[in-house]
Structures are given as structure tokens and as C-alpha cells.
């Protein structure tokens, strides 16, 4: 009789039973959270009335601009996800010495070092990435939309699941305990047999299809949506570094689709790829998972790259120095970051040759680097330079970007990299790269174009703090990392011994950290207060900061058509040059074809989320009629040959007209 | 004058639509092109882990050409026959489209099971994807070639209701032009496969 109870739990279920709760209390501090808050949203929209509006303006919308908006939602709160990561992690390291043990268990430890590296890269930086250019690239390019919208809001719903399904291991099972990449032979059933990996594969695996979606369609869009007279060299430098990553994303972001999909098969399948032992390779593994992961780097870096363009120039009052060597520092970037891979792991033996190839290529993708960042140096010299927040974000990620950028060129030589591999000196490195290369391009990026999204500025004092708090915080956290690293203390370390003397340092560390956090609240608070007292920060020229691209040729907030009349352009800086001469406008309106809303992205998105889940727990019923069902939504999506509806020319004059009036009211 | 006006407006949203169009389709190649990416992947992956054996059968013991070549020529001729659908979907041919479409996919069809039928005999005998390294490269890298192929066989299936419903009309063209697209490209992947895996198998290159 239990036989067969447990035979029909076992079809229903599959793995999945009582076990798989949290055992421990700061797990079940965590699992609770992750409950709360979405209780918590449903209360609040309940009690305001707010599920229609949910759903009407959001959840079925195909506008880039609210969808950036939600990119940028995520992201902000996984940012408090990694970073609460963060503060256990750095609490362990403090405390967890000679004879104690600090507050984790090992294996805690390692789930939350990999699950912050994992919710950092891939849905902090890349959402904060794809949020921002979905605000900001179709209005630079003059363009009223996407080239697909359909597939942009199902490239952000797979983005938005893979978020839910990484924080559903919170609290069914666990999440992987191998780091961010997880190598096997850890990764490998037989080493971790619990679903914490199968958790890692297939939440990666649904916002990877979903960014390679969304790079189809901000490619085509570069190249085929730009409005009349914008050539490739009257591009904005942000189009152009969006570009080059977007072509990387659609190069680089298959080979991670087929590794993931390769080390599924080898622990559910029982296939052979990665396997120690029945003809597997787990090296292929490492070479497949960089052959993804190094371009990734520079996926993220580049749009950085692009916005600092913009904000130099903007705040330097002069046009970009040497757009030309601009592009074509993007271009050589594009190429060889597929050609340094290996330095990832130059201690696996491929030999002298190989690594001092790799090395060698690693040194040279360090120029074009550093000719853009001496090219925004000499648009800042002689230029009249405002020191607004997103200008001390720049500068701040000049200093930061630069150390970490010469230890990195230092960890290219090969017999030095043999000391540092997998030391905290190489922690150090990435976190200077990412932190204060992207992130800080994000923030200044935010601080930026707020205005032109919300129609007002964030709060300039409270931006400030949050700048000085986070660049305080950042040196005092990462620069002790890079001393221990040369002590020879190892990533991912739960617990040392006392006579090292390394916990000062730790302790330091965990100082810094701690700042950043701070800085954190007070953008938090922030953007409460700018909302709470955005009367008094409204933009009513659309034109806050004296801008130079089309953007700022709009009202702010952006209408949800774009342009009300198609601008032509003539030159770089189109929007600068139009300012200077006194431009008659005598275009006229025309009808405009608008996507019309959609619930099928956000369900097919929510099947492929049930499918992943389902896998997860090999519950295969439940996968097979949600792989069903997203077949079934594509045939209902293509039957509709009417997805747009249309905008009369009367009416566009109108609502402009009244956009207008509010600009110089 | 208004009639010109008029005529305007219609040249007009005669070039949006084809603009329309060729984003799609231009949209549809960069696709294309990162499948392909996928399968240079799983190519590598082939590669490198095609002599480890592990004791199991090698690419010699388990390959019968002859059964391979039949594949290829039910796949080749379908690529063929899909060219024939596409050109008969320009010139407006209803019938005829639907005809070279029932021929693509039947032969499609026997392309698959051929396929699939050759996967059961070699887990039959013992030598599925669990033996080796070897065996899962080859099971992964011809299996996701066949799930393309399923998957371009239920796209056919959903067309040729289309077609049927709707008549030839632009949109359904277009995607005509996409199907076409993916079926030759499929072609092309297996060209290499069957290079690859089959032909360097069974010489024992």
C-alpha cells in the first residue's frame, strides 16, 4: 500500500517532498522573505486597487520604455538579494576563525557565494544593462519602437522567471553549492546530487534564452530602425557600444544555451560530457562555459563603455574626443574577446605556447580599453565641466576601473596568474571591473535619463552620498581583498586558521561592505524622497542637462509613441546641432502603428517557468504540458495577423500639442 | 490631385510594410545565425569527445552508410521540394504550394522516423547515450539536429493549415519565406553531420 502512495507522490511530485523545505533558521529567515514580499505586493494591490492596472499597463505591455522600467525594477531588488548574499558572507569571513566557526555551515556558505555571483552578473548587471537600453536606445536612434516588440516583452519575461525560479530554491531544496560557474566534476550528479545545480542550470538557462532573444532584437533594431540621415557614423557612441554587445550577446550567448543544456543531459540523462570517468571531459566544460563567460565580461562592459560616452561629453559641454577611434576600440573589442578565454584558467596545463598566446591577447584587448578611456579624458580636458552626480560616477569608475584593470593586465602573465588563480586578489580584480566599471555606468546611466523616463530629477544630495558611501565603501572593501589575495587567501573561504593574521583585514573588508550598504539605503531613499518631492525637481524643458542626442529633443516624461514627428539628422550630436540653429519645423503628423497589448509574453514566460520548475523536480507531467502550452501560445500569437492598432494623425497632433503646452507651462 | 495624394498614401504604406518584412526576415537570419553558433558548439563538443569510447562501440562498429545515405537523400530531395513550395507561393499557386509542402514534409517525415527508427536499434543493442562520451556527443548532436527537424515539420503542418485558411497573403508569405529559410538551413547542418559524424565515423578519420 505505502508502495504504491509513494509511486503515485513520486509521478505527481516527482522528487519533490517535505525534505525540501529549509532546515535551519537563517534559511527559514530567508525562505520567509522570499514569501512575504510577494504576499506583501499582493496586499498592497489588492488594497489600492491596482490589479487592472497591473495588468493593463504592465504585465501585458510591449512599450521598451515600461519594460526597461521593470528590468530596472528586478534588478534593484536583486541587488538587496545579492547584497543581503553579501552581508552573510562577509559576516562568516570575520568570524569564522580558528576555533570557531562563524554562523554558516560550509555548504550554506558555498550556496550563498554562488548565488550571489549568479544574481549579480545575471540578473543585477544584465538587468540593469537591458533595462537601460530598452529606455534609451530607440529613443537615440529616433525611433518610436522596437523591432520586435512581442518577442522584447517575452525576452524580459523569461528574464523576470529565471529571477523567480533562482529565489524559489530559497525555499524548495537548495541552491548549488560550486560557484557562480559550477564546474564539474562538483556540478556532476554524483557530487551534488541534490536539485541545487538543476536550480542553477535552468534559471540560467531561461534568462539566457531571454537575453538572446532580446539581442535579435535590439540588432535588428540598431540596423534597420534608425531614422532618415542617422548613418553608421552619425550613430550615438551608446548605439554603437550597444551594438557591439548585442552582436556579442547573439555570438556568445548560444554556446552557454548548449553547455547548460550538456551538463542537464549528463545529470538527468545520464549522459557523459562533463562526467570523471565513461569518456566525459570536464576541462571542455571550463573551455565551453568561457568561451561564453569571456565575452560576457565585455557583453556587460560595453553598453558601460557607451553610456560614459554620453555623460562625459554631456557634462563636459564638448563633443566625444575621437569618435572614430570610439568605434573602432568597440570593434576590435567585439573581436578579440572572443580570443582570451583561456586566460581563465591558464593553470589547466594546455602548455607555454598556448598560454603565452592567450596572455599575449589578453595585453593587447587592454589598448583599445584604454583608448576610450583616454578618449573621454580629452573630451573632459578644456571642456566646461558640470559636476553633476552621473559625472562623479564616471570619475569614480576611472579610478576604480583603472586599478582594477592594471591587475588584471598583471594577472595576464601567465606564471604571475599561477599565484593569484583563484586567490581573493582575482575577487578583487572582477568586482573593480564589474562594480565600478557596469554598475556604476548603471547608476550614472539612471541619474541621467531619470528625468527623461519620469518626467523629473532625482534628488542631486542624495545622489552625492550615495556616491561618496559607495566609492568609500568600494576601496575600503576590495583594496584589503587584493593584499590577501598576494597572503594566498582563496575565494569562496568559509573558514582559515588564526595564525594567518589575516582577520583584520577580513574584518576591513566587511567594513566596506557594510558602507555600500549604506550607499544603497540612501539611493533607496533617494528615489523615495525625489517621488515624495518631485514638484519640486519636474523637467518641463525635456532638455535637463543641456543634452546632444535625440533623446532630449522630447518631452519628458517620453510620450509612449516617441516621436510625435520623425526627426531627420544631419550630423553627430544631432540634437546639439539643432540647438544652435533656429529650426523651423515644418514637419507634418502622420498615422502611427502602435503594438497593441499582449498577456501571451508574460504567459509564455510563465509556462517556460513551470517547465524549468517541473525539470527541476522531475515532475514530468507537469513539464510536458507547459512545453505544450508554449506551443500552443506561439500558434495563438501567429493567428493574429492585427497585433498593431493605429494612431491617427489628428490624434498624435493633439496629444502633442497638449505635451507641448505642459513643457512651457 | 487627391487621387495622387491618395495613390501616395499607398506607395507609402506599401514601403512600411516591405520594411516590415524584411526586418522580420532580416530578424529571422540573425536567428539563424545564432543556431548556428549552437550547433558549431555541439560540433566542438562532437569533436572533441568522439574517440572516447570507453570501451563501447566506435563510429565504425555502430554506422551502416548505406542506411545514412537514404537519410540524406530523403532530406536533400525535401529541400528541393520545399524550393518548389516557395517558388509556387509566389507565383500565388495555392494547390501547388500545398502539394510541394505535403511532399516536404512526408519527406521530412521519413527522414525523422529513418532517424529516430536508427536511435532505438543502437539503444536496443545496448549503446545509448549513457555508454560513452562518445555515444552522448552523437546522440546530443543528431538529436538536436532531429528536434529541429520536428519542430520545422510542425511549422509545415501549421502553414499548410494557413495556406488553406487564409490564401497566400503577405503575411503568410513571409513566413513562408522564414520556414523555407529554416529548412535549408537545417540542410546545411546536416551536410556536416553527415560529414562529420558519419563519413569521418565510418572511415575512421
Known amino acids: 500500500m505505502l508502495h504504491v502512495l509513494d509511486l503515485m507522490a513520486s509521478f505527481w511530485l516527482g522528487q519533490l517532498n517535505l525534505k525540501a523545505l529549509p532546515p535551519n533558521p537563517i534559511q527559514w529567515f530567508g525562505a520567509s522573505l522570499i514569501i512575504l514580499v510577494p504576499i506583501m505586493a499582493a496586499v498592497l494591490l489588492t488594497v489600492t486597487k491596482r490589479w487592472r492596472w497591473l495588468y493593463r499597463e504592465w504585465i501585458t505591455t510591449q512599450d521598451p520604455k515600461k519594460i526597461g522600467v521593470m528590468y530596472i525594477l528586478v534588478a534593484f531588488g536583486m541587488l538587496l538579494r545579492g547584497g543581503a548574499d553579501v552581508a552573510l558572507i562577509k559576516t562568516q569571513q570575520a568570524l569564522s576563525v580558528g576555533a570557531s566557526n562563524g554562523i554558516l555551515s560550509a555548504s550554506h556558505f558555498q550556496q550563498i557565494v554562488t548565488a550571489h555571483g549568479t544574481i549579480m552578473i545575471f540578473f543585477v548587471a544584465m538587468g540593469l544593462m537591458f533595462g537601460i537600453i530598452n529606455l534609451i536606445l530607440p529613443l537615440q536612434i529616433g525611433s518610436r519602437d522596437v523591432a520586435f516588440p512581442f518577442l522584447n516583452a517575452t525576452s524580459f519575461w523569461l528574464f523576470f522567471f529565471g529571477m523567480v525560479l533562482v529565489n524559489v530554491s530559497l525555499v524548495l531544496g537548495d541552491f548549488a553549492a560550486t560557484g557562480w560557474l559550477a564546474y564539474p ?181 587592454a589598448i583599445p580599453t584604454g583608448v576610450k578611456l583616454f578618449n573621454w579624458l580629452f573630451t573632459m580636458y578644456r571642456g566646461r565641466i558640470k559636476l553633476d552626480s552621473p559625472m562623479l560616477w564616471f570619475i569614480g569608475f576611472v579610478v576604480i576601473f583603472t586599478i582594477g584593470g592594471m ?115 540612501v539611493q533607496l531613499l533617494q528615489f523615495a524622497y525625489s517621488i515624495y518631492k518631485r514638484k519640486d525637481n519636474l523637467d518641463k524643458t525635456g532638455d535637463p542637462w543641456d543634452g546632444r542626442s535625440l533623446e532630449w529633443s522630447l518631452p519628458s516624461p517620453v510620450p509612449f509613441y516617441n516621436f510625435a514627428r520623425l526627426p531627420e539628422v544631419t550630423s553627430r550630436d544631432a540634437f546639439w546641432e539643432a540647438k544652435k540653429i533656429h529650426f523651423k519645423d515644418n514637419r507634418k503628423y502622420e ?47 501567429s493567428m493574429d495577423e492585427q497585433t498593431d492598432y493605429v494612431l491617427a494623425a489628428q490624434e498624435v497632433e493633439k496629444l502633442d500639442k497638449s505635451h507641448l503646452k505642459g513643457a512651457r507651462a | 490631385m487627391s487621387e495622387a495624394v491618395s495613390e501616395l498614401k499607398v506607395t507609402n504604406k506599401l514601403i512600411a510594410k516591405y520594411d516590415k518584412d524584411t526586418k522580420t526576415i532580416f530578424g529571422f537570419w540573425v536567428y539563424l545565425m545564432t543556431d548556428c553558433v549552437l550547433f558549431a558548439s555541439l560540433f566542438a563538443v562532437f569533436a572533441v569527445l568522439r574517440h572516447n569510447t570507453y570501451g563501447g562501440p566506435t563510429a565504425q562498429g555502430l554506422f551502416n552508410l548505406n542506411y545514412v545515405m537514404i537519410e540524406t537523400m530523403a532530406l536533400l530531395t525535401s529541400s528541393f521540394t520545399a524550393g518548389l513550395a516557395l517558388l509556387s507561393a ?108 558519419y563519413l569521418f565515423g565510418v572511415l575512421g578519420v
Do not use: C
Open chain 1, 185 to 365: 566534476p562538483l556540478s556532476e550528479l554524483r557530487y551534488s546530487p541534490s536539485v541545487g545545480v538543476d536550480y542553477w542550470i535552468w534559471s540560467l538557462q531561461i534568462a539566457g534564452v531571454g537575453s538572446l532573444l532580446a539581442a535579435i532584437n535590439f540588432i535588428v533594431t540598431i540596423l534597420k530602425m534608425r531614422v532618415k540621415g542617422m548613418n553608421f557614423m552619425k550613430m550615438p557612441m551608446f548605439v554603437w557600444s550597444v551594438l557591439g554587445s548585442m552582436l556579442l550577446v547573439a555570438f556568445a550567448f548560444p554556446i552557454l544555451t548548449a553547455t547548460l543544456t550538456l551538463l542537464a543531459l549528463d545529470r538527468t540523462l545520464g549522459m557523459h560530457f562533463f562526467t570523471s570517468g565513461a569518456g566525459g571531459n570536464m576541462m571542455m566544460y571550463v573551455n565551453l562555459i568561457w568561451a561564453w563567460g569571456h565575452p560576457e565580461v565585455y557583453i556587460l562592459i560595453l553598453p558601460a563603455f557607451g553610456v560614459f560616452s554620453e555623460v562625459v561629453a554631456t557634462f563636459s559641454k564638448k563633443r566625444l574626443f575621437g569618435y572614430t577611434s570610439m568605434v573602432w576600440a568597440i570593434g576590435a573589442i567585439v573581436l578579440l574577446s572572443f580570443i582570451v578565454w583561456l586566460h581563465h584558467f591558464f593553470t589547466m596545463g594546455a602548455g607555454s605556447d598556448v598560454n603565452a598566446f592567450f596572455g599575449i591577447m589578453t595585453m593587447v584587448i
Open chain 1, 407 to 521: 591587475a588584471g593586465v598583471l594577472m595576464a602573465v601567465p606564471p604571475i596568474d599561477f599565484q593569484l588563480h583563484n586567490s581573493l586578489f582575482l575577487v578583487a580584480h572582477f568586482h573593480m571591473m564589474i562594480v565600478g566599471g557596469v554598475v556604476f555606468a548603471d547608476f550614472a546611466a539612471i541619474t541621467y535619463w531619470f528625468p527623461k523616463i519620469f518626467g523629473f530629477k532625482l534628488n542631486e544630495t542624495l545622489g552625492r552620498w550615495a556616491f561618496w558611501l559607495w566609492l568609500v565603501g568600494f576601496l575600503t572593501s576590495f583594496i584589503p581583498l587584493y593584499i590577501l589575495g598576494f597572503m594566498g587567501a582563496t575565494r569562496r573561504l568559509d573558514h582559515y586558521s588564526a595564525s594567518l593574521g589575516w582577520q583584520q583585514l577580513f574584518i576591513v573588508s566587511g567594513i566596506g561592505a557594510a558602507l555600500i550598504g549604506a550607499g544603497v539605503g
Open chain 1, 591 to 637: 498615422d502611427i502603428e502602435i503594438p497593441k497589448n499582449t498577456p501571451l509574453a508574460f504567459l509564455i514566460a510563465l509556462m517556460a517557468f513551470l517547465f524549468a520548475f517541473s525539470v527541476v523536480w522531475h515532475i514530468w507531467w507537469v513539464a510536458t504540458m507547459a512545453l505544450l502550452a508554449i506551443i500552443v501560445g506561439l500558434i495563438i500569437r
Open chain 2, 90 to 197: 509566389q507565383r500565388k499557386r495555392v494547390k501547388h504550394t500545398l502539394f510541394w509542402f505535403g511532399v516536404t514534409f512526408t519527406l521530412g517525415l521519413t527522414f525523422l522516423i529513418l532517424e529516430l527508427s536508427e536511435f532505438s536499434r543502437f539503444v536496443a543493442q545496448g549503446d545509448s547515450w549513457r555508454r560513452s562520451g562518445f555515444l552522448s556527443s552523437y546522440f546530443t548532436l543528431v538529436g538536436t539536429h532531429g528536434l529541429h527537424i520536428a519542430i520545422g515539420l510542425l511549422w509545415m503542418l501549421i502553414m499548410m493549415a494557413f495556406i488553406l485558411k487564409r490564401g497566400l497573403n503577405d503575411t503568410t508569405l513571409k513566413r513562408i519565406r522564414m520556414l523555407s529559410l529554416f529548412w535549408h538551413f537545417l540542410d546545411v547542418v546536416w551536410i556536416f553531420i553527415f560529414t562529420i559524424v
